[in-house]
């Protein structure tokens, strides 16, 4: 497949409770990462299959949620690209801790999805 899907995201309001209920459930290794600021964001490792992250949702008052990354050769034309086909960019490419680029996209039917570029990839 050309663009897998390589990571999913929880954005949550507690990440105390998210840790807790998803290592429980299904015996995710977590492992904190502490981020700029007072920030810490939570890798998920599953050992098999794509594996994802946890955090304090970024946004004030919105719900908890999951967002899945797909795959990009290049994020800047796949961010491009993207917007002319009718996407509204949430996030434009941004650097992550040195790891890659990420940006977010709102397709056209209001579904959201992350686009991610791997440093050295």
């Keep these: 497949m050309p663009n897998p899907f390589v990571h999913v995201e929880l954005n949550t309001t507690n990440i105390a409770a998210a840790k807790s209920f ?53 994020i800047h034309a796949a ?14 490419p941004m650097e992550v801790m040195g790891a890659g680029w990420l940006s977010i996209i709102v397709d056209p039917t209001g579904a959201t999805l992350g686009l991610w570029k791997a440093t050295g990839r």
Excluded at 79 to 88: I, P, W, Y
Aim: net charge negative.
């Design 79 to 92: 961010t491009e690209k993207a917007r002319k086909l009718g996407a509204k960019v949430m996030r434009e």
């Design 22 to 74: 998803y290592g429980a459930l299904f015996g995710w290794n977590l492992q904190d990462v502490p981020m700029a600021g007072d920030r810490t964001y939570t890798m998920i490792g599953v050992g098999e299959g794509a594996g994802g992250g946890m955090q304090a949702h970024p946004v004030a008052g919105a719900p908890s949620s999951w967002l899945a990354y797909v795959n990009v050769d290049d």
